[in-house]
């Protein structure tokens, strides 16, 4: 069964930064690049960053450029975001994907005084 | 940016009808391979987004063939055919052709 296990999401100060986890199994981790997508309360989906399957290329919104990073890690199957000089519009649920069939359950980060 | 526009924002179906939701995209989504690169997501109430057609026309695995979609290069149709209650939630379309990705605003299927 394929699984896609996110970790990580906790309430933070703006200007903080955070760190995401998203462990995978049930399939070939490393054969497929792997992307962050977000969601805002009540908002639709919005593309964050991919990471291609060697880790050689990265991807990222304008919005993010800069203070996120993207990396995964192919022995341990888990695809990483480092979030840095958080804010308040970065507020959301995060998923770990595929971006086409395989996606996790997500995990809610907070940018709040 | 690719700009991907849903329409309607909400259909309301009764079970056993049929509902279309359309996506205009403002470029074409055919790439140099020959493959449109558009997707279709449902997100049920409280879930994941989960994929339903991929490469424009491609059922995912496991999704029942009551969808389908069809289209051109900038203009697509998702058909639900026999609506089921398990159907309710919000559709997304989707294109991977370029950076950055971009997806639909959604349309909220409601069932009547």
């Known amino acids: 069964e394929v699984q896609l296990v996110e970790s990580g999401g906790v309430l933070v100060q703006p200007g903080r930064s955070m760190k995401l986890s998203c462990a995978a199994s049930?399939?070939?981790?490393?054969?497929?690049?792997m992307a962050w997508v977000r969601q805002a309360p009540t908002k639709g989906l919005e593309w964050v960053a991919t990471?291609?399957?060697?880790?050689?290329?990265?991807y990222y919104r304008d919005s993010v450029k800069g203070r996120f990073t993207i990396s995964r890690d192919n022995a341990k199957s888990t695809l990483y975001l480092q979030m840095d000089s958080l804010r308040s519009e970065d507020t959301a649920t995060y998923y770990c994907?595929?971006?086409?069939?395989?996606w996790g359950q997500g995990t809610l980060v907070t940018v709040s005084s | 940016d690719i700009v991907l526009t849903q329409a309607p924002l909400s259909v309301s179906v009764t079970p056993g009808e049929s509902a279309s939701i359309s996506c205009r995209s403002s470029?074409?989504?055919?790439?140099?391979?020959?493959?449109?690169?558009l997707y279709w997501y449902l997100q049920r109430p409280g879930k994941s987004p989960q994929l339903l057609i991929y490469?424009?026309?491609n059922l995912a695995s496991g999704v029942p063939d009551r969808f389908s979609s069809s289209g051109s290069e900038t203009d697509f149709t998702l058909k639900i055919s026999k609506v089921e209650t398990e159907d309710v939630g919000v559709y997304y379309c989707?294109?991977?052709?370029?950076?950055?990705?971009?997806f639909g605003s959604g349309t909220k299927l409601e069932i009547k």
């Open positions: 994907t595929t971006i086409g069939a395989y």
């Open positions: 049930g399939f070939t981790f490393s054969s497929f690049p």
């Open positions: 990471i291609s399957t060697s880790g050689g290329s990265t």
């Open positions: 470029k074409s989504l055919l790439s140099s391979k020959g493959i449109t690169s």
């Open positions: 490469q424009m026309s």
């Open positions: 989707g294109h991977r052709l370029e950076y950055p990705l971009t």
